[in-house]
């Protein structure tokens, strides 16, 4: 049974950071990307990260590009997402995704529970 656990949003001002943690069970998680993506209040869901099944390339939106980071451990079995510079536009529910052919035909794809992020004064 695939099962995500996200942790670390929260309420903070503009200007700060959070970090937010998706731990994953259930399939073999160095076999997927991961991606971070989130839905604001009224809005379509929007991609903000991607990494690669083992790490070594990365991709952001332009609205985060610079100012959040995505990482992995595969040990762990966990994506994370640090966001600096946190503005209230960044508001939104982020979701954990994975998306991998980890036996070379089918294309899966599971979602997180999401975790909501709150950039406000």
């Known amino acids: 049974q695939v099962q995500f656990v996200e942790s670390g949003g929260g309420l903070v001002q503009p200007g700060g950071s959070l970090r937010l943690s998706c731990a994953a069970s259930?399939?073999?998680?160095?076999?997927?990307?991961m991606s971070w993506y989130r839905q604001a209040p009224g809005k379509e869901r929007e991609l903000a990260a991607t990494?690669?099944?083992?790490?070594?390339?990365?991709n952001y939106a332009d609205s985060v590009k610079g100012r959040f980071t995505i990482s992995r451990d595969n040990a762990k079995n966990t994506v994370y997402l640090q966001m600096n510079s946190l503005k209230p536009e960044d508001t939104a529910v982020y979701y954990c995704?994975?998306?991998?052919?980890?036996?070379?035909?089918?294309?899966?794809?599971?979602w997180g529970q999401g975790t909501q992020v709150t950039v406000s004064s």
């Open positions: 995704n994975a998306v991998g052919r980890p036996d070379g035909l089918g294309l899966y794809e599971y």
């Open positions: 259930g399939f073999t998680f160095s076999r997927y990307a």
């Open positions: 990494i690669t099944s083992g790490g070594g390339s990365t």
